[in-house]
């Protein structure tokens, strides 16, 4: 089981890291891929082959050992069905064999029922831990969970030993238990962190995207088992009303964006154990320095913005309007001041390295 996590772990976040990377590329701008002393994030962008290769590539890592072990290893019936099969006496191995096929049986058909009232019901009256903002996320997991297991299960049984060549199943099937596995985490985490109020668009995005992803995933999966007929019928049965799980809205992504762009309890929370510095002289620390400037400029700006707007201070770029603005009398001394360290601050985050050619 340990081996599984850690696959889905290692693979999980080495993607993960792939985006992100790639999106601080595009924010970075040509400063990104100018490579010196003040870029922080070109090398980091060159590592990520590297991260997603140890102990082999993200497609065997998703496609082999996530769902190709965990489907052995993590059942409940499976590996003791294995072991009884190897058994050298072969009338204890069928005894044993039978007593184990009887339970999977009875397992397989209670998850069938399962599933259906958590289809029909929305998984509501299930009974699960949580408070009034985790609850309906725990319930969620309980009926995707049962669907997870119900189809792999009815996977194994049409498809036996192939189900492992199988990769665009078995990919699908790691895709749909990573994403359970990091809602419970997520949920978790939310709960070791004493379930601040302020977190809760973050708990809120995490699990609705998870659980939006397994769905998607193992609708994708149904259309993709041999056996047509009892493929369509086990989607009816555990998805009788269709698609439960939307993506996260642009509203909440909105909330977390505003989260994210203030100095606050929740991004110190959500930054923990990262590399966080504010010296000025260090490339990341520059980003620091740049962000917690620009905070305090903030209410100047928008005097700024307002009396452009009201047509009191001529329109153009913020730092060609600073003096003109001091000299209107619409800010003072000191908030011009805060204003030019503000710019100076943005200018300092993004410059490149220059370098004499004879340096070189």
């Known amino acids: 089981k340990p081996s599984v996590i850690s696959a889905i772990i290692k693979y999980q976040l080495t993607e993960g890291m792939r985006r992100v990377i790639n999106d601080g590329m595009d924010i970075q701008g040509g400063s990104g891929i100018c490579l010196g002393p003040s870029n922080y994030i070109g090398r980091l962008y060159q590592t990520i082959p590297v991260g997603i290769t140890v102990e082999g590539a ?12 965990g489907a052995v290893r993590c059942h409940p019936y499976i590996q003791s069905e294995m072991a ?22 009875g397992f397989f058909l209670g998850n069938i029922g399962r599933g259906l009232w958590f289809g029909v019901s929305n998984a509501r009256f299930s ?33 036996g030993g192939n189900l492992k060549r199988k990769e665009r199943i078995s990919g699908r099937f790691a895709d749909v238990l990573s994403h359970l596995y990091l809602c419970s985490c997520v949920l978790k985490h939310f709960e070791n962190q004493g379930s601040q109020e302020t977190d809760i668009p973050l708990l809120n995005w995490a699990c609705q995207y998870s659980l939006h992803r397994a769905q998607q995933s193992l609708l994708a999966v149904f ?16 998805f009788p009303l269709g698609k439960p799980y939307a993506p996260p809205q642009d509203k909440l992504v909105g909330e977390l964006a505003q989260l994210l762009l203030n100095d606050s309890p929740t991004r110190d929370r959500l930054t923990a154990g990262v590399y966080i510095n504010d010296n000025p002289e260090d490339a990341t620390g520059r980003i620091e320095v740049a962000f917690k400037a620009v905070l305090m400029a903030a209410p100047v700006e928008a005097k700024i913005h307002a009396a452009q707007k009201q047509g009191d201070l001529d329109k153009g770029t913020l730092a060609s309007t600073i003096d003109s603005a001091l000299a209107k ?5 000191a908030e011009a001041e ?21 340096e070189l």
């Open 84 to 105: 009884a099969l190897a058994l050298e006496d072969k009338e204890q191995a069928l005894k044993d064999f039978d007593a184990i096929l009887w339970k999977h049986i």
């Open 329 to 333: 009398n619409i800010i003072n001394q």
């Open 223 to 238: 259309w993709l088992l041999p056996m047509r007929i009892p493929a369509i019928a086990l989607r009816t049965v555990l």
């Open 338 to 358: 805060l204003l030019h360290t503000a710019e100076q601050a943005r200018s300092e985050a993004i410059r490149v390295d220059d370098f004499d050619p004879g």
């Open 127 to 159: 009974n699960t831990p949580g408070d009034k903002h985790t609850r309906r996320y725990y319930q969620q997991l309980a009926r995707l969970s049962t669907s997870f297991t119900l189809t792999a299960d009815f996977a194994l049984l049409t498809l």
């Open 58 to 69: 993200n497609i065997l890592t998703r496609t082999m050992m996530i769902f190709g072990q």
